[in-house]
């Protein structure tokens, strides 16, 4: 094996996608560590469907992803780089000099609201379950779903809203009423027109209430309260996709929420040719695995071309997701996304992508479905 060494940290979907497409890029032409602080890969996307009996997440070991890879697994977490002697230290005081380097660390999930139950895709049937089974014994009326401010990606309520409407209609009651109050113009706006119309669509189909480009307050328990116009709503279980934080790093450069700046290239601005970063970490404004997955291609390219003979990328991002509806009719949706706009929106009835792929990952959804078999 060559002596170009990369480290990659993180091992979420943008630091495994990255692990497998470098190697398939450069073969045996470099020595990989990953570090990461958890002992599996969670294919968390699929979350949402836990507290419906709709089974468990996907969980992978790190370990055999590693070993599968031919690459090192350090377990810990990545505490600063040393840009200057190409060094990253980690929590545990390892030092691991790279000749190039991955960041994908992700991100914080902290409460966005007091007084409300904050969804958490880690323990999604200890944060939703109650709600359902509530909901089914005819405990619970109303719900209000939040999206709160800032980066955040906001499918899963929608997804959330259109499951909790099945089960109210399959358990007999007519009479719940389900809010989606959420920042956006429209719901999944970033994907375009086409798309947002098509999940507005299956809202009302569902009965689930909207209410777009509003603020949420929650002053106190059962208290929901939306500007701008100050209405107050009647909700008893109030629940909030959490806000998301950067993890800034000491040694890169991070903005104002702690996210990492990168280039076209998705190289960290002003680190240089060998530091990258991709993923919820990265500055890109939509936060959703499968762009985090093709950052990761585009940071691979860009390594293997440091390693050897091997052409760079630029990240030109294309959005894809499914949207689970519970009974109803499931919906794929795609778009490219360009400054300031989505363009050749679409939603499809069957997907370009292999169907059971929730993050559309060019290594990492063959691979998982290996372990699937």
Request: charged content about 25%; glycine content about 10%; aromatic content about 6%.
């Amino acid at each position: 094996m060559s002596g170009f060494r990369v480290v990659i940290g993180g091992g979420g979907i943008a630091g495994v996608e990255g692990l497998l497409r470098l190697r398939h890029l450069v073969g045996d032409g470099a020595e990989i560590t990953m570090v990461a602080p958890e002992g599996e890969l969670r294919y968390r996307p699929l979350a949402v469907k836990e507290p419906f009996a709709g089974g468990a997440v996907g969980r992978y070991p790190l370990t055999q992803i590693a070993r599968d890879a031919d690459a090192a697994l350090l377990e810990d977490a990545v505490e600063w780089v040393d840009g200057d002697s190409q060094v990253l230290h980690t929590r545990e005081g390892q030092s691991l000099p790279y000749d190039a380097l991955l960041v994908a660390v992700g991100v914080r999930s902290v409460p966005a609201f007091e007084h409300v139950t904050t969804f958490d895709d880690a323990h999604a049937e200890d944060t939703f379950l109650g709600i359902v089974k509530d909901i089914e014994e005819g405990y619970t009326k109303q719900v209000a779903l939040l999206v709160p401010e800032g980066p955040a990606w906001s499918l899963p309520v929608y997804e959330l809203a259109l499951q909790t409407a099945d089960r109210a209609s399959s358990s007999g009651f007519d009479d719940v009423t389900i809010t989606v109050v959420t920042p956006e113009e429209a719901p999944l706006d970033v994907f375009g027109a086409p798309v947002a119309s098509a999940v507005r669509a299956a809202l009302e189909e569902a009965g689930v209430r909207l209410i777009t480009g509003s603020r949420a307050e929650v002053p106190a328990n059962r208290q929901l309260t939306v500007h701008p116009g100050g209405q107050a709503l009647e909700a008893v279980t109030i629940v909030s996709l959490p806000r998301i934080e950067g993890r800034a790093i000491r040694g890169l450069p991070s903005d104002g929420d702690g996210f990492i700046p990168i280039d076209e290239r998705c190289r960290v601005v002003g680190m240089g040719e060998h530091v990258f970063a991709a993923g919820d970490a990265a500055d890109f404004p939509v936060k959703q695995g499968g762009l985090g997955a093709q950052q990761a291609d585009v940071a691979a390219a860009g390594i293997a071309a440091l390693a050897g003979d091997h052409k760079p990328e630029r990240f030109e991002p294309v959005l894809r997701g499914a949207l689970i509806s519970g009974e109803r009719r499931k919906l794929y949706f795609q778009a490219r996304l360009e400054p300031g706009a989505a363009v050749d929106s679409e939603v499809l009835d069957d997907p370009p992508w292999d169907s059971d792929d929730k993050v559309v990952a060019e290594e990492l959804g063959p691979y998982l479905r290996t372990l699937d078999a």
